[in-house]
Every structure is written in structure tokens, then in C-alpha cells.
């Protein structure tokens, strides 16, 4: 690929078909509403592309004096392992997770941020009622134990430490051992103080068993990327949700069955359902503030106004 000298502020997205995202028409609209003179453009790479890649996209945005910064999603974890030599600086998420999803420039630095941990940590909060965990005695499943489940185990090991509410016990399913075991690792260096249960469940049918399992009021939560990265959900239509229970969808766009089965289920089952556009919100303005260096609060009324400008932008 051909990097051109950027002309202006650039801030980039790196993905797998990143002009299909409304962040292509949310970017100009919240640029213009925070005072930013500045353009989005996508890199689109295949998933597990060739290192030498990723690292020549890191390389321009390093060298390149408009070039300001990046979001990087798909390719967190394999654009960091090509590339780590070129960052001055990681911060502590980024150096637990091997992951990086915001690369900014600061004095003259490279900086790499993995910003998952603290933008689904709140996207959680806003779904899930103050003092939930304690007073129904909950489970959290999370279906699929990559980038993204990771950073939400990783808030919350960090919430209890904290003295806060979390739910007493986390199970976490893969369809490969390799993956669990990955994340076993990852817990282990950090001593994760939360009861987990790794299950492993390569089909939909192994899943809906977890699934069915599960106490009322216990949240489930899609982070397989099945719906869009890869076609499908990771449970069948047969799953039987739990009672009275919070059901998150990680994506907001995108062929989302998961969603739909969750949706079709809500009156049966009594279900709070969220799909993923708050955490999109989250997990795009926490790297605009850094790249940009501004301050965009996390809540409240210049949050909300941030929200209804991509609902505009998106309708």
C-alpha cells in the first residue's frame, strides 16, 4: 500500500472495511462540533494481514508531520506485536493487553493506548443498574474470549479492586482451547480477583447449553464479533436466555443475529437489551481525545449531545 503525505489533520481508522462504518459520516459532524480542523480516513487490511503491513501504516503515521493518530480495531493485538519497536511510549492497559486501539503523537512521541478497558467499562455501567451484582447475585457470561472480553475482565478485576460492584462470577466462552488459554495467561499476570470459569464451546448448540444454564437476571454478552466480522452468532435460535436477564451485543452494525434472537426472545423472557452504540460512542471518543489532545467528557450533557449529532449524522 501507498501512504500519501497527508494535506491536512488526519486521523485515521485502521479495519477490515472500515468505509462501511457510520463513523464516516459521524467523524465531520463531531469534528465540527468540538472545534476540529481535521479529516478521517480509512486503512483497510485483511484480518492477520502480513506484520510488514501493518508496520509500514505505523511507520507513515509516525514519520508523516499531519498525520496525528489512529483508531485501530480488528487488528489490536498483530498491528502492536509488527510494530512495537516504533512506539516511545505504551501505556499500562496497552503493555497488559499486547494490544493497542489509539496511536497518538505527543512531544514528538509515538503513543499507543489500549482504550477497551476503560470504553467498555463505562458502556457497561450505562446498561447495567448501580448495585446490580450484589443484589441479584447475577452471573456475567461473555461469549467469546478475545481483545474485547479481555478488556471488560480487566475493568472489572480493577473495579473490585476498587471496592465496587461486580458480579461474583464470570464465565467466559471460546471455540478454540488455544483462545482460552490465552486469556488464562493474561488473568494469571494480573491475578484477576474474580471467580471465572472458562468453557470451551465451538458450536452454537455448546453455547445454548452455557446459556441455558445461567441464574435469572444474568447478563450475556456477544464479543465473538460473529454479525460482523464473520456471519452468524454464536448461539443457536433454540437458546434459551436467562429470566429477567441483561443481553449486550458488542456490534452495532452489521448482519447482527445475535440481536435479533435476543430481540424476538425480550417479551418471553423478560430481557434488557442493548446492541453496541454506545460503546461505539465510548470507544471512538476516547481516542479522538487523545489523538486530539482535547478533553471529552464520558457523561452527562456534552456526552449526550455527542450522541444525538451521530444519531443525526447516521439517520
Known amino acids: 500500500m501507498t501512504y500519501e503525505p497527508a494535506t491536512r ?19 465531520p459532524a463531531w469534528a465540527k462540533h468540538l472545534g476540529i480542523d481535521a479529516v478521517l480516513k480509512g486503512i483497510d487490511f485483511a484480518p492477520n494481514s502480513d506484520p510488514a503491513a501493518y508496520r509500514d501504516a505505523v511507520g507513515f503515521i509516525k514519520a508523516d508531520p499531519l498525520s ?32 493497542i486501539s489509539s496511536i497518538s503523537k505527543q512531544g514528538g512521541r509515538l503513543v499507543g493506548h489500549a482504550k477497551d478497558p476503560i ?19 447475577a452471573t456475567l457470561c461473555i461469549l467469546g474470549s478475545g481483545g474485547s472480553s479481555l478488556a471488560l475482565t480487566l475493568y472489572l478485576h480493577n473495579k473490585k479492586l476498587a471496592g465496587g460492584d461486580v458480579p461474583q462470577r464470570i464465565i467466559v466462552t471460546a471455540r478454540r482451547e488455544a483462545s482460552l488459554a490465552e486469556m488464562r495467561h493474561v488473568h494469571s499476570q494480573i491475578g484477576l480477583n ?39 452468532s454464536p448461539i443457536s435460535d433454540a437458546v434459551l436466555f436467562p429470566q429477567g436477564g441483561l443481553v449486550w451485543e458488542f456490534n452495532y452494525r452489521g448482519d447482527l443475529v445475535f440481536l435479533d434472537q435476543a430481540r424476538v426472545a425480550a417479551a418471553a423472557r423478560d430481557l434488557t437489551v442493548q446492541d453496541g452504540w454506545v460503546y461505539f460512542i465510548h470507544g471512538w471518543t476516547r481516542v479522538i481525545a487523545e489523538v486530539f489532545h482535547i478533553d471529552i467528557p464520558m457523561a452527562g450533557p456534552a456526552f449526550e449531545a455527542l450522541g444525538r449529532i451521530a444519531r443525526d449524522a447516521t439517520s
Not at 489533520?9 to 467523524?27: D, E, L
Not at 498483530?78 to 499486547?98: G, R, V
Not at 470504553?119 to 447475585?137: C, D, F, H, M, R
Request: proline share 7%; aromatic share 8%; net charge negative.
Open 68 to 99: 496525528l493518530g489512529a483508531l485501530v480495531t480488528t487488528h489490536k493485538v498483530n498491528l502492536l506485536k509488527a510494530s512495537k519497536d516504533l512506539f516511545e511510549d505504551l501505556d499500562p492497559y496497552a503493555q497488559t493487553l499486547h494490544e
Open 194 to 232: 474474580i471467580e471465572i470459569d472458562y468453557r470451551l464451546a465451538p458450536t452454537p448448540v455448546d453455547a445454548d447449553a452455557i446459556v441455558g444454564q445461567l441464574a435469572p437476571r444474568s447478563m450475556v454478552v456477544n464479543a465473538t464479533g460473529l454479525g460482523k466480522d464473520g456471519p452468524g
Open 119 to 137: 470504553s467498555v467499562g463505562v458502556s457497561l455501567e450505562a446498561i447495567v443498574p448501580p448495585g446490580y451484582w450484589a443484589q441479584t447475585g
Open 9 to 27: 489533520p488526519t486521523m485515521y481508522f485502521i479495519g477490515v472495511t472500515t468505509g462501511k462504518s457510520s463513523i464516516m459520516r459521524v467523524f
